[in-house]
T-cell receptor, first 110, second 114 residues
């Protein structure tokens, strides 16, 4: 059974810092990995999707990497802003199913 | 920009009552998913449709939960009777096809069972 773990569970940083969120998964036979953002009480917003054949994806200040063989992905956020405060979830896809981690709750203070 | 629509956004119901949630996927998306997210956890798949057919309902508690997508467009998820442990966020998502690709999520329905 696929298990997805995210570390740390919570992170508090001052504005302007670069930060890294970690995601690990137990079964490397995945189709893709997706990073989401979730604001309190809201739905999920897709940030980046990395296909299993890719090593990384970039969007603005966000960069996600994937090392399938070691079962790891990282989400790098450059120059963090208070508006980045949210919960970040990673999810891996195998066959038709997305399996989510429990998320990292990020607080960026001004 | 096209979005997944869900209603209601919030629902409070008493234990043993029936409750229903509605989802309208992005136009043209053949695959529709219902997830349940308990506070502090990641979403877990309840049921997945391809057009009007159920592809995976292995995690759906079928004694009290039912889901349908009669015309292959919008979908309804029902709980009867609701239990205290059903309090959660219910999220609907859609994707263009069954092939691995991006899933787009709606705003969710926050259910509180008292």
């Amino acid at each position: 059974k696929q298990e997805v773990t995210q570390i740390p569970a919570a992170l508090s940083v001052p504005e302007g810092e670069n930060l890294v969120l970690n995601c690990s998964f137990t079964d490397s036979a995945i189709y893709n990995l997706q990073w989401f953002r979730q604001d309190p009480g809201k739905g999920l917003t897709s940030l980046l999707l990395i296909q299993s054949s890719q090593r990384e994806q970039t969007s603005g200040r966000l960069n996600a990497s994937l090392d399938k063989s070691s079962g790891r992905s990282t989400l790098y956020i450059a120059a963090s802003q208070p508006g980045d405060s949210a919960t970040y979830l990673c999810a891996v896809r195998r066959f038709q199913k997305l399996v989510f981690g429990t998320g990292t709750r990020l607080l960026v203070s001004p | 920009e096209a979005e997944v629509a869900q209603s209601p956004r919030y629902k409070i119901t008493e234990k043993s009552q029936a409750v229903a949630f509605w989802c309208d996927p992005i136009s043209g998306h053949a695959t529709l998913y219902w997830y349940r997210q308990i506070l502090g956890q990641g979403p877990e798949l309840l049921v997945q449709f391809q057009d009007e057919s159920v592809v995976d309902d292995s995690q759906l508690p079928k004694d009290r939960f039912s889901a349908e997508r009669l015309k292959g467009v919008d979908s309804t998820l029902k709980i009867q009777p609701a239990e205290l442990g059903d309090s959660a966020m219910y999220l609907c998502a859609s994707s263009l096809t069954l092939s691995p690709g991006e899933q787009y999520f709606g705003p969710g329905t926050r259910l509180t069972v008292t």
